[in-house]
């Protein structure tokens, strides 16, 4: 292999012509070196705070040119990278970044009730044309979010507790590994690499395709309720008490917004901190109704959005914003939220304290998730907590001080550890242990080893693969 600095970059990390003429020759997609003014909007995504630096992007057009990329970075000692629908919250620095939304092919079997999909189809697709067949897949707060990452991160929906993960649902993948082979996996065809690829996202495999189970979800009833600052020590005592007494087709969240005051925001609720009430359930609004009556009879929400709904209108649960913006987010799985617990929550991030933190977020868990044993994704967890931050000049340092600050100040109440898509990726190469246990280090260690023994994903180069 050659040394990056040597032939196949300079010291200021461009790839030279030459060996950026031999992956252009490799693959069918665009191929951009550092100095192409069109790499901006390629790795463009949702956190406008990432700043990236690749020595070259691929956009992938196939599997095929996903494993013909990862094949020349591992001739020329590059790590690869990769970027689906830009909802990641990795820079890419010193990598061969990949892209993968191209990668579009999107088929849904209403006989069989599962979904084909690329790794560049976001969410938003799929709801839209499964909606018709009275069907759903399992997506999370927002269907902007790509299918592909969310699922193999673990995936955490507005269903969680009826279905569990979104990987728990998962049939088949089709994944190319850091040898730069083509693999489809399954439970029956290399159970231990579609295991392990099943909460580690890309530390062994890129995903360029996945099958899974849709759901019956042509109606439900939920949205948001909001109340006014100085009932957000109460709704939170409420919502903790209430919460466990749920059936499982019932999804609940609380959380401490400050909305910002920008355009994006709905009128009533920008320039204000406020309770946020999140409600899914898979029920008649009857029904519903009735098992909310508790949480309204803490006191009258300023707005009351919750109501029966197609599950087409599944993003006004949580209602996240749609537009991209600077942020710094984190969270972990909770064992249990106790009363202890929520005065820690409301002593760091409470209506009192005039702090930059955009969302404090803390959802119900357990339920389904409990029982299932497919992937790598924790299952001792009843709870979980989100924090949202913006990144904005002179913030920098501050939001991710409070963010971890409160997160820290939970320890008591984690869980063994965290599903990877609610833990900062820069933390997880930090400490592995956050987000997987000796014996899930060892196994994903034993599947690069097999799969990767170069090392070329950059994923496990930042010590996230064991």
């Known amino acids: 292999m050659t040394e990056l600095g040597e032939s196949a ?9 030459s060996v950026l003429a031999e992956l252009r020759r490799a693959v ?9 003014v069109e790499l901006v909007a390629e790795l463009a995504g949702y956190n406008l705070a990432l700043e990236h630096a690749p020595v070259a992007v691929v956009g992938a057009t196939s599997a095929d040119d996903v494993a013909a990329a990862v094949r020349w970075a591992a001739a020329h000692d590059i790590p690869v990278g990769v970027l689906a629908t830009g909802h990641g919250d990795l820079s890419q620095r010193g990598t061969l970044a990949i892209t993968t939304r191209r990668l579009d092919r999107l088929e849904i079997d209403p006989v069989s009730r599962s979904a084909t999909v690329g790794a560049g189809v976001k969410w938003a697709r799929l709801v839209e044309a499964a909606a018709p067949l009275g069907l759903a897949g399992l997506n999370g707060s927002s269907s902007d979010v790509g299918i592909a990452g969310y699922t193999v991160g673990g995936g955490v929906g507005p269903f969680v507790r009826r279905y569990g993960f979104a990987s728990d649902r998962v049939r088949r993948l089709t994944v190319v590994t850091g040898d730069g082979a083509v693999r489809d996996v399954s439970r029956e065809a290399d159970p231990e690499l579609f295991d392990v690829v099943l909460g580690s996202k890309d530390a062994v495999g890129i995903v360029t395709e996945l099958e899974f189970e849709l759901i019956e979800g042509p109606r439900m009833y939920g949205g948001s309720a909001f109340w006014e600052a100085p009932d957000i020590p109460a709704v939170l005592r409420a919502w903790r008490e209430w919460a466990p007494t749920l059936p499982e087709e019932m999804t609940t969240s609380v959380a401490i917004l400050r909305a910002p005051d920008i355009e994006a925001v709905p009128p009533p609720l920008r320039g204000r901190t406020l309770a946020h009430l999140r409600v899914a359930y898979l029920g ?3 029904e519903g109704c009735e098992l909310l009556a508790p949480m309204r009879a803490v006191g009258p929400p300023m707005m ?3 109501d029966e709904m197609s599950y087409a209108a599944i993003d006004t649960v949580h209602l996240d914003p749609p537009d991209p913006m600077p942020f710094w987010a984190d969270g972990c799985f909770l064992a249990e939220v106790d009363e202890a617990c929520l005065e820690a929550v409301l002593t760091a991030a409470g209506p009192d304290r005039d702090i930059p933190l955009f969302l404090v977020e803390v959802r119900h868990l357990a339920g389904a998730l409990e029982r299932e044993t497919q992937g790598l994704a924790p299952r001792d967890v009843r709870f979980l907590i989100g924090v949202v931050g913006p990144m904005m000049p002179g913030l920098e340092e501050v939001v991710p001080a409070l963010g971890r600050g409160l ?3 939970l320890a008591p109440w984690a869980a063994s550890r965290t ?11 930090a400490r592995p242990e956050l ?12 599947v690069r080893r097999r799969v990767d023994p170069g090392g070329v994903l950059a994923a496990a180069r930042m010590g996230v693969a064991g």
């Open 9 to 17: 970059a300079t010291t200021t990390g461009r790839v030279e012509v």
């Open 28 to 36: 069918a997609g665009p191929v951009l070196g550092a100095g192409d």
């Open 284 to 286: 008649s609004a009857e």
């Open 304 to 306: 009351d959005m919750i």
């Open 407 to 409: 997160i820290d100040s």
């Open 419 to 429: 599903g990877l898509n609610w833990v900062n990726p820069y933390a997880v190469a």
């Open 435 to 446: 987000a997987w246990g000796p014996a899930e280090i060892e196994r994903i260690g034993a």
